[in-house]
């Protein structure tokens, strides 16, 4: 799980260090060339423009829409996602049990042990790092729609709702941006290791201060994906996703 926690740290830095590899001053166009700006950037702002010019220019709705539209894309992916942390929660007192019965911190159990668990894994058909993948998917979508919207010259001047789409919102949309990232880590949440609770709560904090210093129109992209994966999981696995590590613990322990 520490793995798990430095990898996802390491694609959310990568992701923000290569926003500064590319050319972000120059306005992306249909005469645009190369490969990303191509296939990546332009599709993206011509669809933010195209659904901004039918609501009336309301990019905000605009984006809002591209959004949901690419979560949908990526759909199979997230529910394949989603179904994984299902059954990785289902055996979890099984993987208590293993943890037990090779409690010993010497290098020769712990080998024996991570043998044992990907036995495990493979009987029950798990997939540990499924999870993952989702990850790796969404990242290049979220750096091409970042270009796409610091590139897109219409998007200036435009707000949505009480916050300009070209400029940081100072607090209220960090907030909503990192308490819905807590929520949703938290209903996929399947295990008390301490990393990954450390994760539940780095997570949101980091995003918070992302937030803080990038166009709202890009913060309004995450919490609107993020409102989207946590519908799609209460849906998926109702309304008790996470729960079982609770409910698992031991009869006539106390639920915390």
């Known amino acids: 799980m520490l793995k ?13 260090v290569m926003t500064g590899c590319f050319n972000i001053e120059a306005p992306i166009t249909k005469e645009s060339e190369g490969f990303w700006d191509s296939y990546f950037v332009y599709p993206l702002s011509w669809l933010i423009i195209y659904f901004a010019d ?7 709705l605009a984006i809002v829409i591209v959004t949901i539209l690419l979560r949908l894309l990526i759909l199979p992916l997230m529910i394949k996602q989603t179904k994984s942390a299902k059954a990785m929660q289902a055996i979890q007192p099984e993987m208590q049990k293993l943890r037990e019965k ?3 911190k010497d290098q ?8 044992e668990m990907m036995a ?8 540990p790092l499924a999870g993952c993948l989702p990850l790796f998917i969404q990242m290049p979508i979220l750096l091409a729609l970042y270009h796409a919207i610091m ?9 949505f709702l009480w916050f300009a789409l070209d400029a940081p919102d100072p607090i209220l949309l960090p907030v909503i941006a990192g308490a819905t990232t ?7 949440m399947v295990t008390d290791n301490p990393q990954m609770k450390i994760l539940l709560y780095v ?8 937030a803080m210093f990038f166009p709202a129109a890009l913060t309004l992209y995450w919490v609107v994906g993020n409102l989207f994966m946590i519908t799609q999981t209460y849906f998926i696995t109702g309304p008790n996703v996470g729960k079982s590590k609770t409910a698992e613990t031991g009869t006539g322990g106390k639920k915390k």
Do not use: C, W
């Not at 039918?54 to 905000?60: C, I, M, Q, R």
């Not at 495990?120 to 997939?127: H, I, L, P």
């Open 120 to 127: 495990m894994f493979q009987e029950k058909g798990v997939n």
């Open 4 to 16: 798990k926690l430095g990898l996802v740290t390491m694609v959310i830095a990568l992701l923000f």
């Open 203 to 210: 997570m949101p904090i980091m995003i918070f201060v992302f």
């Open 102 to 104: 090779y409690s010993a």
């Open 182 to 188: 807590f929520i949703q880590q938290k209903m996929m």
């Open 108 to 115: 020769k159990t712990q080998q024996k042990l991570q043998q």
């Open 54 to 60: 039918v609501f009336n220019d309301n990019f905000g």
């Open 151 to 159: 590139r897109t010259e219409e998007i200036g001047g435009h707000s």
